[in-house]
């Protein structure tokens, strides 16, 4: 079974349409790409992050990389879709086990065409005095530039451009806490948002 859900879509071919008279292209998040959950209680977090993913992943058509604290246990999973010898990008879900806190959301992360489209965010959510929660970066895992910000409700949301993409032969591998939260530039991650 391979997956054929819009979150294991691509954008890297497309190109959106021109407008203005430099023409300019419309600058817009255009693809829900990535979302981020977190849970220690419910039963697909827990079984997701345990390490191998034998069932899980061949059950959901992903493989995942694995992130684990100093003392091996299980942090969380990056999962992306098996699409086979297809490209696609690093993640498409990351489960996470948040220590002491009830199942939720974390965090959406939109895909835009390109640094130009993320930059143009930013001053744009700049110039509107929107909160920024972190960035403009590049991860380690993943190399994603991204570029969060607070909702007027304190969630986050992450656009970002230019990620690692992987085949179904790129084998999984297990990162550490301190990767998950690494910059390859950019502003080191926070510890909390206010």
Request: proline fraction near 6%.
């Given at each position: 079974?391979?997956?054929?859900?819009?979150?294991?879509?691509s954008l890297h071919p497309f190109r959106g349409p021109f407008s203005g008279l430099f023409h300019t292209p419309d600058r817009v998040p255009v693809q829900l790409a990535q979302v981020v959950h977190g849970s220690i209680e419910q039963p697909l977090a827990a079984a997701a992050v345990e390490p191998a993913h034998a069932e899980p992943a061949s059950t959901l058509a992903v493989t995942s990389d694995e992130i684990q604290f100093p003392n091996g246990s299980a942090l969380g999973a990056f999962l992306r879709c098996d699409r086979g010898p297809e490209p696609t990008d690093h993640h498409s879900v990351f489960l996470v086990q948040m220590p002491g806190g009830a199942p939720g959301f974390h965090h959406a992360a939109y895909e835009v065409r390109d640094l130009d489209d993320l930059m143009a965010g930013h001053n744009h959510l700049q110039r509107k005095q929107h909160r920024s929660a972190w960035g403009v970066g590049r991860h380690t895992l993943g190399s994603q530039v991204f570029d969060y910000w607070l909702d007027p409700w304190g969630r986050q949301?992450?656009?970002?451009?230019?990620?690692?993409?992987?085949?179904?032969?790129?084998?999984?591998?297990?990162?550490?806490?301190?990767?998950?939260?690494?910059?390859?530039?950019?502003?080191?991650?926070?510890?909390?948002?206010?």
């Open positions: 079974m391979k997956c054929e859900a819009a979150l294991c879509g949301l992450e656009h970002w451009t230019d990620g690692d993409l992987f085949t179904a032969e790129d084998a999984p591998h297990v990162a550490t806490v301190q990767e998950l939260m690494g910059t390859q530039w950019g502003p080191a991650a926070p510890t909390a948002h206010s």
